[in-house]
């Protein structure tokens, strides 16, 4: 590690904890998440004002691993932490490793609140929950993706096939559409239907819809809860700039009848 790096994870990482007992990271604060990698690529989701909860209760399991984690993340170059508001808003707090100058959260937090739509994009999904005893807890499945043409159109789908799923017998094929400006993502952070799919041993799929234009984006740069690639529409019969124009009942059904079926190895005839 280069000295000023070590110079700056020394700053970091007491800016961290003096702010834990300032109104900054209190458990009243706007901060809620802190999201951290580890060496082995998982990404890690805690919960600020549980673990301060908890600690002020006399149980600090969860802080102590919370610190852990962020010391560690801190530690290595190739590390990401980002923080998220109580609305949503996420800024990559290990940006400040590669800056001379490291930022304190309240000017942080005035970048994120004049770019909302910049913010969005660090979204960050975790693979584990820090739990309240400090254990690590399954937060999401890793999906698969499929892609199809239809129409000339690329279309999009994750999906999630639980373990126990072997392909000789059948299994629920569940659906999961999103709404109006989100994407499949979106709503697998939504619903956590994949952990549910894993559990109940049934298969789900969520589709995208088709990208909202630029021009219509521009009307919604207020929002803070859109998600970044694909914010979709659906050919639901709305005035045309709400609306997509693509056939979205044949991309269903080529994705489910079809294609699906070899990326899972489903048999068609259980569609």
């Not at 980002?82 to 959260?105: A, C, F, H, M, T």
């Amino acid at each position: 590690m280069s000295l000023k790096r070590a110079k700056l994870v020394v700053l970091l990482t007491i800016a961290f904890f003096v702010n834990m007992v300032s109104s900054a990271w209190s458990a009243d604060s706007d901060i809620k998440y802190v999201y951290y990698t580890t060496k082995d690529g998982n990404v890690i989701k805690a919960e600020v004002p549980k673990a301060l909860r908890l600690a002020s209760e006399g149980n600090s399991t969860m802080w102590e691993r919370l610190r852990a984690g962020y010391v560690e993340a801190l530690l290595d170059p190739g590390a990401t932490i980002k923080i998220e508001d109580k609305k949503g808003r996420v800024y990559d707090w290990s940006v400040n490793l590669n800056s001379v100058e490291p930022q304190q959260w309240s000017s942080l937090k005035m970048e994120m609140n004049t770019n909302p739509l910049k913010n969005t994009k660090l979204q960050i999904h975790p693979n584990f929950l820090l739990g309240e005893d400090g254990k690590l807890k399954v937060a999401s499945y890793p999906l698969q993706q499929g892609k199809i043409i239809v129409d000339g159109i690329e279309r999009i789908y994750d999906y999630y096939v639980p373990t126990s799923y072997d392909g000789k017998n059948p299994v629920p094929l569940v659906l999961s559409f999103h709404g109006f400006m989100s994407n499949g993502t979106g709503q697998r952070n939504l619903t956590g239907l994949d952990l549910l799919a894993e559990e109940e041993g049934f298969i789900v799929v969520f589709p995208y819809g088709r990208p909202v234009p630029p021009e219509l984006a521009r009307m919604f740069t207020s929002r803070t809860d859109l998600f970044p690639g694909y914010q979709g529409r659906w050919n639901v019969g709305l005035p045309p700039f709400l609306t997509s124009d693509a056939d979205d009942v044949k991309f269903i059904c080529f994705a489910t009848g079809w294609h699906l079926t070899s990326l899972a190895n489903l048999q068609p005839s259980w569609v």
